[in-house]
């Protein structure tokens, strides 16, 4: 989801809150351990799959930083059976598309296509799972790819001010690590690594299957039985060890970049996507950046144009999260706008959220939650996410009650608690000093 921010910094007006049709889910357990999740759906024609695997920047060092990404970028290059190029003719036969990605929780091949060739689609995905070539000679290629990658991303100035707000947030804890890697950290990858990683991650234990769309849910659960049944069983537990507790390496950091604008990043160590605290932490974000309604869009931009740009972000993570607030302004009034930054943060720590904000950011909170679990895509994913998570197939209820619960003093105790003495980092020109 990191990636997923920079795109993300776009102003939405607040969403309605919209009714969502009680999920009919079907879940199974393979005897081999791998979960099954299919949820039918008559809106469209359509299916779509997430195929989601505990495997991630979570699991990294900083000298195996950006492997689970690296592999998955090496295994859509082909099969055992079709090369990456006749994979994707494959699928788009079928209407659809099929990719791979790591993020910091998990890794996902996700795949969508017309509803009546579900089979199909769920055969392609297997195929990718289950029979990836890994041929030597794409990961040499791959990493040439990755690292323009990087490059852009450190060239491009929100992009690299995130990567290094991480990096300072999270100190020690593998959340720091940008999920491409690092150029030394790639440049240790080569084919044995790569395969070696797959092996040791692929494990049916580690393997969430969430089918949602216009499907037969008893031929798809046959169908999933079929395909993934036959992959040996056996614990990997031995893989999920207890990570560096985070520590903020610094609580302000100035970044030199040529840009056109600079980049203001606010905030600190958050709680998890099961804590008490989550849905607080949620509306405290909505209240200081969700939408143009939000205090930093109306107060730093609108009212007194210290921002071009001005937000707030809060990830559902396993492991410690963390509140950004982010601002992207001009070299010239960066001092400014970081200084109205901070007051802001102060006068919510001071001051009760009056109602009617209060009421304003839940319902945008709400609203957009069910906006985004409209398509099947979308729901495909939020059923895998929510068992790699472990947080109980009722989250997505509890989530809402939590948020509709939330009081001005649950509020002013998650700023106090959560933002008492900020992290900050800037990137910008050097005028921005």
Wanted: proline share 6%; aromatic share 8%.
């Amino acid at each position: 989801m990191r990636r997923v921010l920079v795109a993300a910094l776009v102003l939405a007006l607040a969403a309605p809150v919209l009714a969502q049709p009680k999920d009919e889910v079907r879940r199974t357990r393979l005897a081999n351990g791998l979960t099954v999740i299919v949820r039918p759906s008559d809106v469209a024609p359509v299916v779509a799959v997430s195929l989601l695997v505990r495997m991630g920047t979570r699991w990294e060092t900083p000298e195996t930083a950006g492997l689970s990404n690296f592999a998955h970028a090496v295994m859509v290059k082909g099969t055992t059976r079709r090369s990456g190029a006749e994979l994707a003719d494959a699928v788009a036969a079928l209407g659809g598309k099929i990719s791979a990605s790591a993020e910091a929780d998990y890794s996902e091949i996700r795949a969508s296509a017309l509803a009546r060739f579900w089979r199909e689609l769920l055969g392609l995905t297997a195929e990718l799972a289950l029979q990836p070539k890994f041929a030597p000679e794409e990961v040499d290629r791959e990493r040439d790819f990755v690292l323009s990658r990087l490059q852009r991303r450190h060239d491009n100035a929100p992009s690299h001010a995130f990567d290094e707000f991480y990096a300072l947030v999270y100190g020690p804890h593998p959340y720091a690590l940008p999920t491409l890697g690092t150029p030394a950290s790639l440049a240790r990858f080569d084919h044995a690594a790569v395969v070696g990683r797959y092996r040791a991650f692929y494990r049916p234990d580690r393997i969430v299957l969430a089918v949602s769309g216009q499907v037969p849910v008893d031929d798809v659960l046959a169908e999933a039985q079929r395909l993934f049944g036959a992959m040996p069983a056996g614990s990997s537990a031995m893989l999920d060890g207890t990570s560096p507790a985070p520590v903020a390496a610094a609580r302000r950091r100035v970044i030199d970049q040529a840009a056109q604008q600079t980049q203001i990043l606010m905030g600190g160590l958050a709680p998890p996507l099961d804590h008490r605290d989550y849905a607080a932490v949620k509306v405290l974000s909505s209240v200081l950046g969700g939408g143009m309604a939000g205090r930093l869009f109306v107060e730093l931009r609108d009212k007194r144009a210290l921002a071009y740009t001005a937000t707030a972000f809060y990830e559902p993570m396993k492991e410690p999260g963390v509140i950004v607030l982010y601002l992207g302004t001009t070299p010239q009034t960066a001092t400014q706008a970081e200084q109205a930054l901070l007051a802001e943060v102060d006068r919510i720590k001071r001051e009760p959220v009056p109602d009617a904000e209060l009421a304003r950011a839940r319902r945008y909170l709400v609203g957009r939650y069910a906006m985004d679990r409209r398509t099947s895509e979308r729901l495909a994913w939020y059923l895998a996410f929510y068992e790699v998570e472990a947080v109980g197939a009722d989250y997505p209820e509890r989530y809402r009650a939590a948020v509709e619960a939330v009081t001005a003093a649950d509020v002013q105790r998650a700023a106090t608690t959560y933002l008492a003495t900020p992290v900050t980092l800037v990137l910008g020109p050097h005028p921005a000093r």
